[in-house]
């Protein structure tokens, strides 16, 4: 019986007794979904899963932090000088490999 992947991943890799799973095209920020058939002599099989595999950056993976020097609340008197008081520092990544591409100021409604 052939190996069918589920869609968007290529069929496994043999390295050895291991199993390499693989997206399609690894440019896409998705999750894939993915099950384990075993199937032993004398017709006996078992499913394992489900597994994901995250590829790239999207809300499901990575989350962004307020960089820890981003002061978020400064309260000023009349004529109190306001340098550096609205300086928007760069959020993080809690994932290295998601990195930061622009900053914009937005209204989220």
């Known amino acids: ?9 290529e069929a496994p890799e043999v390295v ?11 440019s896409l920020h998705q999750a894939y979904i993915f099950y384990i ?3 032993a002599w004398g017709g006996s099989s078992a499913f394992f899963g489900p597994y994901t595999l995250n590829v790239g950056c999207f809300n499901g993976v990575v989350l962004f932090n307020n960089d820890l ?11 109190d000088p306001a340098l550096g008081v609205y ?8 994932v290295s490999y998601c990195v930061i591409e622009t900053n914009e100021i937005v209204n989220p409604d």
């Open 1 to 9: 019986m052939a190996v069918v992947p589920p869609s968007g991943l």
């Open 69 to 79: 020097n981003f002061i978020t609340s400064l309260p000023l008197k009349v004529g």
């Open 87 to 94: 300086t928007f520092m760069v959020p993080t990544s809690t």
């Open 16 to 26: 050895g007794d291991d199993r390499i799973v693989k997206p399609s095209d690894n």
């Open 37 to 39: 058939k075993v199937n």
